[in-house]
């Protein structure tokens, strides 16, 4: 069973960069597809990225495409969500999600395991 560990969420200024880390302690997670969804107050988790399990195949949301990178090491058992340009918008906690496929999902219902958030909050 998957159980993933968000880390790297802060305060920034807008225009700036995170990086978060999502550590996932399962020795087969080369076996899951990763995503990463953020919720703000008041409004539904949405999809912000995803990886295959290769780290080959990456979708992105519309939002985010072009300012977030998603990647992943695992040997270290780790996904990466690369933020930069950051806007006061992307403010919200950050979940990281895993899946026993190949390929990236963007529906918050088709994963399986899921972290408990890092919060970003970013000020204008």
């Known amino acids: 069973q998957v159980q993933p560990v968000e880390s790297g969420g802060g305060l920034v200024q807008a225009g700036g960069s995170l990086m978060l880390s999502c550590v996932a302690s399962?020795?087969?997670?080369?076996?899951?597809?990763m995503g990463w969804f953020r919720q703000a107050p008041e409004k539904e988790r949405e999809f912000v990225a995803a990886?295959?399990?290769?780290?080959?195949?990456?979708r992105y949301a519309d939002s985010v495409k072009g300012r977030f990178t998603i990647s992943r090491d695992n040997a270290r058992n780790t996904v990466y969500l690369r933020m930069d340009s950051l806007k006061p918008e992307d403010s919200a906690v950050y979940y990281c999600?895993?899946?026993?496929?190949?390929?990236?999902?963007?529906?918050?219902?088709?994963?399986?395991?899921w972290g408990q958030g890092t919060q970003v909050t970013v000020s204008s």
């Open positions: 399962e020795r087969t997670f080369s076996g899951y597809a």
């Open positions: 990886i295959s399990r290769t780290g080959i195949n990456t």
């Open positions: 999600a895993a899946k026993a496929a190949m390929t990236p999902y963007i529906l918050p219902s088709e994963y399986d395991y």
